[in-house]
């Protein structure tokens, strides 16, 4: 089935054709600005479109950068002023420039054109301008947009100026480079204004920082502030621990409300910018996982860590160590301090990590029966006393009990009794458990019931040799 073409109505097209004569038959002044888009370029001179019937023309040299080159191409955008008008074209300028009369000077000043000077000395308040071979003056504070201290700097330059007083036919010129800037300005503020909308992304610079949020300037004079909560979504308790002034930032317009004396209030967000973490896809992180992350915040059940910008998990206070009993997190934790965690449970909907810290740094006591097997002696270090035995430090994270009963049948239970904590003691393994992780010793030389000693002698040959064993036999007789 073929595409139906509406074409226009006689009436239509007789608007059409009416609109675009009114606007190609459009008034261009001397003086006007325009904005045009470059149509070609020859070696000398460059055509711009100025939105009538006659093309703009401007001198190439006028374009060249600071540099020296020309550095526009076909279809580029210029902003120029109108120097003359005729039938057969219409002649731009960046500002009046050249040798011109005390005419041209009027002119400008009465159109407000831009003329191009040169500081030629620093006089007594400001400076001597030379402005199409005719001496001017720029006050100091015209000179620039913010006042300068070192007025030497601009002397040999040359910038365009407006004229703000020609009197006595030219030799009284008082010329403002200030006010050009302020006129551009306000020209770019009634753009920007127009993109300051709830939603926009804009680009900055942290002008300062207060305890509860960042000024971001968006525009000469124009600033908003980030509140400290929509810095990052990293956990901030100071602005200047995200941002400091000087800094670029890119922000998001939340809201833009009239203040007192009709000043803006501009809200803005740089966490906003990118979306929140949690919601931005599958999340990267998965159980089993071994990451590091950043002590953020201590409580009494746990800590937490940052994995990354947003993203925080749990480690519970029973996940920290193996190898120590942990009752508080910040007797071991502290905020900023980096940690190796393993993510042991996600969960997305509520937005919830579980962390832990001991697994990922390993079960000491995976491998304990292999390490400490049964009659093993080793050189423990007392670690506490209590009146049921004695806890010995073996090595970080495991801990066996001496009970009481096995000090006071050693031969040397005096010399046990008087040690204190940090003591080392030689110790033997007796029983492991794994599972109820503790493990049970004893000490060497400790004292035997009888019963023992008969189980320890029985079937071993006598030490008495033969004539006490005569004795003994003889005694045994007499007794009978």
Request: glycine letters at 8%.
């Amino acid at each position: 089935m073929s595409e139906q073409v509406e074409r226009p109505t006689n009436e239509n097209f007789a608007q059409m054709v009416e609109s675009y004569d009114a606007q190609m038959n459009a008034d261009v002044r001397v003086g006007d600005k325009i904005t045009g888009q470059i149509i070609s370029i020859n070696a000398d001179d460059v055509f711009v479109s100025t939105g009538t019937k006659i093309d703009g023309v401007v001198e190439k040299k006028e374009l060249l950068d600071d540099a020296g080159q020309f550095v526009y191409q076909q279809g580029d955008t210029l902003e120029l002023y109108v120097m003359a008008v005729n039938d057969s074209d219409i002649r731009l300028s960046k500002a009046l420039s050249g040798i011109g009369g005390v005419n041209v000077l009027r002119d400008a000043f009465q159109d407000r054109i831009p003329v191009q000077g040169k500081v030629k000395e620093v006089c007594k308040g400001g400076f001597v301008v030379e402005l199409l071979q005719h001496r001017a003056f720029c006050p100091i504070s015209q000179i620039d947009i913010r006042y300068t201290d070192k007025p030497e700097e601009y002397v040999g330059s040359a910038f365009p100026f407006l004229i703000m007083r020609f009197e006595n036919n030219g030799k009284n010129i008082v010329v403002s480079r200030r006010e050009l800037f302020v006129r551009e300005q306000e020209e770019a503020k009634k753009k920007f204004f127009e993109t300051l909308i709830p939603g926009a992304v804009l680009s900055g610079k942290i002008r300062n920082t207060m305890p509860y949020g960042a000024f971001v300037e968006l525009f000469p004079g124009i600033e908003g502030m980030v509140h400290v909560s929509e810095l990052s979504w990293s956990r901030v308790e100071k602005p200047d621990e995200a941002v400091s002034p000087g800094d670029e930032i890119t922000v998001k317009v939340l809201s833009v409300e009239k203040g007192e004396k009709n000043q803006l209030k501009i809200s803005l967000s740089a966490k906003q910018v990118g979306g929140n973490p949690w919601d931005t896809g599958e999340l990267a992180f998965k159980v089993g996982d071994k990451v590091q992350g950043k002590v953020t915040r201590c409580a009494d059940f746990g800590a937490f860590v940052e994995l990354a910008p947003g993203i925080e998990g749990l480690v519970h206070v029973s996940e920290i160590s193996y190898t120590k009993r942990i009752m508080k997190p910040e007797d071991v934790l502290n905020p900023g301090d980096m940690v190796d965690v393993m993510v042991k449970e996600v969960d997305l909907p509520r937005k919830r990590i579980s962390l832990s810290i001991r697994d990922a740094e390993g079960d000491p006591w995976i491998s304990i029966k292999e390490k400490y097997p049964v009659g093993k002696s080793i050189t423990g270090t007392l670690e506490k006393r209590e009146k049921f035995g004695f806890f010995i430090a073996l090595e970080p994270g495991i801990t066996g009990l001496l009970p009481k009963s096995k000090i006071s049948r050693s031969e040397n239970s005096s010399a046990v009794e008087k040690l204190k904590v940090g003591d080392s003691v030689t110790v033997t393994v007796e029983e492991v458990k794994i599972r109820e992780r503790k493990i049970s010793l004893g000490l060497g030389g400790e004292e035997r019931s009888e019963e023992d000693w008969r189980k320890y002698t029985k079937g071993t040959p006598s030490s008495l040799g033969s004539l006490g064993e005569m004795l003994q036999q003889a005694m045994m007789t007499k007794n009978k």
